[in-house]
């Protein structure tokens, strides 16, 4: 898909693909380097995702502006996009044409947000905070609370209550259905 992307924005006369990344990890890095003016990323990519990418742009004071191109249509993920500093959110069904403008709108210092999930995103704010949010993901991912509490350097004491709160707050009755839960919601 990003390779595909990259080809159709090549088209445009006034749009320069300056480099393309298949995990978060290597855009991130090309981010720094090639200091791009706008960053098209995935949420879902290996090592880092593109909530993530964005964040540390923003905590870095990047010039360099993200936008979110996706297939969750989910209001959490928005919320968390605007959060982590993006300057757009689209998602993949969208033509080639509305993302090259977004590219250019999100240049100028627009915002540019699929017009569907505007409102949504405002309407179930995200319960967990960024402890319970990282816990209860890799709970998810499989691991135990001994394994997560060394991730994390936190006690297991600790790492009970993040799950125990993660799971209060998404209405789970366990870890594995409060993180089912908080993925469908794009919590997480």
């Known amino acids: 898909m990003a390779g595909a ?15 393309v990344a298949y995990d978060g990890a290597t855009a ?3 981010a720094e380097r090639l200091k791009p003016d706008v ?3 995935d949420i879902e990519m290996p090592h880092l995702t593109g909530l ?12 360099t ?17 605007i959060d982590a500093g993006v300057g757009g959110y689209l998602l993949k069904d969208r033509p080639a044409a509305e993302l090259a403008t977004a590219i250019r709108r999100v240049h100028a210092g627009e915002r540019v947000v699929e017009p569907s999930l505007a409102l949504d995103a405002w309407s179930e704010p995200d319960p967990l905070n960024d402890r319970e949010r990282a816990v209860l993901r890799l709970a998810a991912e499989g691991a135990t609370g001994a394994a997560i509490a060394k991730e994390l350097g936190l006690s297991e004491g600790t790492i009970r209550n993040y799950l125990s709160e993660a799971i209060g707050k998404t209405g789970g009755a366990n870890r594995v259905e409060a993180a089912r839960i908080a993925r469908e919601r794009g919590w997480l």
């Not at 990259?6 to 749009?15: G, S």
């Not at 993530?52 to 010039?63: C, P």
């Open 5 to 19: 992307l990259a080809a159709l924005l090549a088209l445009e006369p006034d749009l320069e693909v300056v480099g």
């Open 28 to 30: 991130l890095r090309d």
């Open 39 to 41: 960053l098209v990323a």
């Open 52 to 63: 993530d990418v964005a964040a540390a742009l923003k905590r870095e004071r990047s010039k």
């Open 65 to 81: 502006r993200t936008i979110i191109v996706t297939t969750f249509a989910r209001s959490g993920y928005l919320r968390r996009a």
